[in-house]
């Protein structure tokens, strides 16, 4: 069992840094009516884009590419009765037909290829679409070692600095980049931002102890691990 099916099988909402808490604060910034669709990438169990379908008028679409995560945002949308259409898909090679006004990303794209990511959403995105992603950064003085032990541990395909984000980002042909580096302190959750479980019946202690192994690095790494969030117009 790796850390994504680890949180896949606790069924944990809100597995981004800042949890709902960032992501209110991102979306209250946005224009965000009936004529906007948003699509979540790498939605997980569905606690952003249920808050989303049920807090602002756009149409929502949501996917990941992990079917434990799909089946539990769907039981998600049918509790919360929200309409939102949902897909099994690689986000590195999508094959949606609609393109999108917004497209969410968190905590996702650093498990992924990014060129092949980003040119996938570039894709997804309207002519003057905006990707609003909240993702991992380190800082340019961590070592070889540690960047291997933190992108062993989660999974991450890449683990960059700033101006490596930045560039990546440019490559890919966003325009504009605005970045915001928001005060979180991961070790504290606090009531309002609480992450949600919902658990399977078996493995549950195989995942509970790769959660704790994932908080023990949390605390190591904690001054070396930033997080950010982009803004990036298509
Ligand atoms: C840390 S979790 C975050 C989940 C959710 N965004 C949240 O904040 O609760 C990362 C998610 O990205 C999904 N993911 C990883 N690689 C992906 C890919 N190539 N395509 C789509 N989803 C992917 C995982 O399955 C997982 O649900």
Wanted: charged share 25%; aromatic share 8%; hydrophobic share 40%.
């Amino acid at each position: 069992m790796n850390y994504l099916d680890s949180l896949a099988k606790l069924g944990i909402g809100g597995a981004h840094p800042g949890g709902l808490k960032l992501t209110k604060k991102i979306l209250v910034k946005e224009s965000i009516d009936r004529t906007t669709s948003l699509l979540d990438i790498g939605c997980g169990t569905g606690q952003t884009a249920a808050f989303i379908a049920e807090h602002f008028p756009c149409a929502v679409t949501a996917m990941d590419i992990h079917p434990l995560m799909v089946e539990k945002a769907i039981q998600r949308f049918n509790t919360c009765n929200v309409p939102i259409t949902v897909f099994q898909e690689n986000v590195e090679h999508m094959r949606l037909k609609e393109q999108f006004d917004i497209v969410l990303s968190e905590s996702v794209l650093a498990f992924t290829n990014l060129s092949k990511s980003l040119s996938s959403i570039m894709e997804a995105l309207q002519p003057h679409g905006r990707l609003l992603a909240v993702e991992i950064m380190i800082d340019a003085s961590m070592s070889e070692v540690d960047r291997n032990v933190i992108a062993s541990f989660y999974g991450f395909r890449e683990l960059l600095t700033e101006a490596e984000w930045r560039e990546k980002l440019i490559q890919a042909g966003f325009k504009q980049i605005d970045l915001e580096q928001p005060v979180i302190d991961p070790l504290k959750v606090e009531i309002d931002e609480a992450q949600d479980f919902h658990f399977s019946e078996s493995q549950i202690d195989e995942a509970i102890e790769i959660l704790h192994q994932h908080q023990e690095l949390t605390e190591i790494y904690q001054e070396a691990l930033q997080y950010c969030v982009f803004r990036c117009l298509r």
